[in-house]
Each structure stands twice: as structure tokens, then as C-alpha cells.
């Protein structure tokens, strides 16, 4: 199956999330509504971002790559040890990886039969769909943005990036909304109001 039959099957953007999911109605939702909910959706979330960079070290150690660690503008950077003018191939694989993992990994979520709608499964999937809207939008230029790098092995423009992976958001966040299971997916009730964000230090 190619690259983007995989990722057409995946299936735009997290703000598609945001509303519809926070007005659904409370009585779907399946998670149990604790003072442990965000940081469970939390530590969800950094799987999904630490399974992202774990996908672009396979990819390199893969292609017989030497990846290596830094910091670019004082960000943690995965480097592909890959020369891109030489071997553009191998470099849109690596940096076409995370992103793809993280969206047959939301697939996967969405599609296998499961007891649905947990904090730590909810924070996979919000990880997932917000590191989409975050390359596709301010992270779609730099210098070691995962999209321009996409573009620049031409492989694939930036526009064409950006319509394949937002479109595969955007399918899973229209699922997400539809489904009662991730009823107020960005959001829990509390005391008959809905409370929006995270909260910093401990719960009443």
C-alpha cells in the first residue's frame, strides 16, 4: 500500500474539535471525571508527541542514517544524519514519519474495537491532531519544520503536505464528535457549568 493510500485511509484541523466535541452532551461521555483527568490526558498527549519522535529515529536508523540530538533556538531536535540534496528520499521518509505515526496510531484508536473515551486515550489522540495543526499552521516554516523539509526533497509541495495530513485531522476530528464516547473531548463538567483548559495546581 503506498504512502498516500495510507494516509488518505487515515483520514483537518483540531479547531474542527474544539466545538463541536464541548457542546455534546454530558451524558455521553464515558470518563470518569477525577482531579487526576488532566494529567492523565496529559501524559496521553506526550506519549503521542515522544512516539512522533520516536518514529523519525527508526526511520533514519532505517535508512542507515546516524540520527543525533540538539537544539535548535533552545527546542529538542531530532537531526535525520541525513544529506538531503544527496539522498532526498530518505530524508522525506524521515521527516514524513512522525507525523504518519501519529495518525495510523489515532486511526488505530478510532477503528479497533475497545472500551473507548479514557483521559490517557483522549490525550493520544488530542497529541496527535494538535502536533498536525501545529506543523501545518506556526510550525510549517523553519528550519527544521517537518513540512519544509517535506517540500524540499519535492517530493510533495507544502500545499499538498498540508491537504494530506490536515485532511487526515480533519476526518478524525469530525469522528471524535461524533462519537458520544469523547463527549466534551477539550473539556469535563463540573458543579453544572463546563470547565475549559487545563488546571495548574491541586483540585478543590
Not at 536508523?61 to 543525533?68: E, I, Q, S, Y
Not at 477539550?186 to 475549559?196: H, I, K, N, S, T
Request: charged share 15%; glycine share 10%.
Amino acid at each position: 500500500m503506498s504512502f498516500l493510500r495510507i494516509i488518505r485511509r487515515c483520514g483537518c484541523t483540531a479547531l474542527l474539535v474544539v466545538a463541536p466535541t464541548v457542546g455534546r452532551a454530558q451524558a455521553g461521555d464515558s470518563v470518569v471525571l477525577s482531579p487526576n483527568y488532566w494529567k492523565i490526558f496529559g501524559l496521553g498527549a506526550t506519549t503521542s508527541i515522544l512516539l512522533h519522535e520516536a518514529a523519525h529515529i527508526t526511520v533514519a536508523l532505517a535508512v542507515g542514517a546516524h540520527p543525533t540530538f540538539g537544539f535548535d533556538k533552545l527546542r529538542p531536535t531530532v537531526y535525520s544524519g541525513i544529506n538531503s540534496r544527496i539522498e532526498p528520499h530518505k530524508q522525506f521518509l524521515f521527516s514524513a514519519a512522525g507525523l504518519t505515526v501519529q495518525s495510523l496510531i489515532d486511526e488505530g484508536i478510532l477503528d479497533i474495537p475497545h472500551t473507548r473515551g479514557s483521559a490517557f486515550e483522549r490525550g493520544m489522540l488530542g497529541g496527535g491532531i494538535g502536533t498536525t495543526l501545529f506543523y501545518l499552521t506556526i510550525g510549517r516554516t523553519g528550519s527544521v519544520s517537518d513540512v519544509d523539509f517535506m517540500a524540499r526533497t519535492r517530493a510533495l509541495s507544502k500545499a499538498q503536505v498540508t491537504l494530506i495530513f490536515g485532511s487526515v485531522a480533519a476526518i478524525h476530528s469530525i469522528r471524535i464528535s461524533r462519537d458520544p464516547h469523547y463527549a466534551n473531548f477539550f473539556a469535563r463538567p463540573r458543579d453544572g457549568r463546563l470547565d475549559v483548559g487545563v488546571r495548574l495546581g491541586a483540585a478543590p
